[in-house]
């Protein structure tokens, strides 16, 4: 099992550029999400998705769009970069609740950092 | 979800044990404590979580008090690998397994 995977691992962009981050998970889990962490800081939720064809938003989705098409990717997309995306980007993923008073834990991936100038 | 409150850092000489504690006075009664690890902008790496049990894996311990209002992560003999920022996160039962973050407490595990 790979995890959870994300590309690409860095990128510089332009004011204005767009761009898309993959993540991708083989533990067949339905919830998958995208975070951003700013230095110094904790982890803040962009957007989330609780299955195939599903999205939601999170604390701070302003700048940010998101698609699920299939269970085992979740992307990301800046359509205009702004210097204030500079961050770095982290997805994971979860089984839903499997079980009556369970709850369920969050894989990570490595991150992708990205920075807008 | 509950607010928590950790302190900003704390040092631990290695092979002791470390004690990491955590404010969650908001807490509700279908919210679970979480404690997952970041080491050194990894992506975070889970540890235990817990309901109002005692709870211990192999990696360490969490004690939660009575009213649940606090809790305590204990690493028992902690080592050089151990240093990484901790975060204490509750989340309720119910709400897709989001957790929102704070800005944890580095860890300083010093020889």
């Known amino acids: 099992n790979a995890g959870v995977t994300q590309t690409p691992k860095f990128r510089v962009l332009k004011t204005g550029q767009s761009m898309t981050l993959l993540c991708a998970q083989d533990m067949n889990h339905e919830y998958m999400y995208w975070y951003r962490q700013d230095p110094g800081m904790g982890l803040r939720l962009i957007h989330y998705s609780v299955g195939e064809g599903t999205t939601a938003k999170g604390e701070v989705p302003d700048g940010y769009n998101v698609s699920r098409l299939k269970k085992q990717n979740f992307l990301l997309g800046l359509e205009s970069a702004a210097p204030s995306q500079t961050s770095v980007y982290f997805c994971?993923?979860?089984?839903?609740?499997?079980?009556?008073?369970?709850?369920?834990?969050?894989?990570f991936g490595p991150g992708t950092r990205l920075l807008v100038l | 979800d509950a607010k928590t409150t950790q302190p900003t850092s704390m040092d631990c000489a290695e092979g002791r044990a470390a004690n990491l504690p955590c404010n969650h006075s908001?807490?509700?009664?279908?919210?679970?404590v979480y404690w997952y690890r970041q080491i050194h902008s990894q992506g975070p790496q889970y540890i235990i979580h817990?309901?109002?049990n005692n709870e211990t894996n192999e990696m360490a311990s969490l004690i939660i008090t009575e009213d649940r209002k606090s809790s305590t992560l204990i690493l028992p003999h902690a080592t050089l690998r151990d240093t990484a920022v901790y975060y204490c996160i509750v989340s309720a039962l119910y709400n897709f397994n989001k957790f929102y973050f704070g800005s944890g407490t580095k860890l300083n595990v010093k020889p």
């Open positions: 908001t807490i509700s009664g279908n919210e679970y």
């Open positions: 817990g309901l109002k």
């Open positions: 994971a993923s979860s089984y839903p609740r499997r079980a009556a008073g369970a709850q369920e834990t969050q894989y």
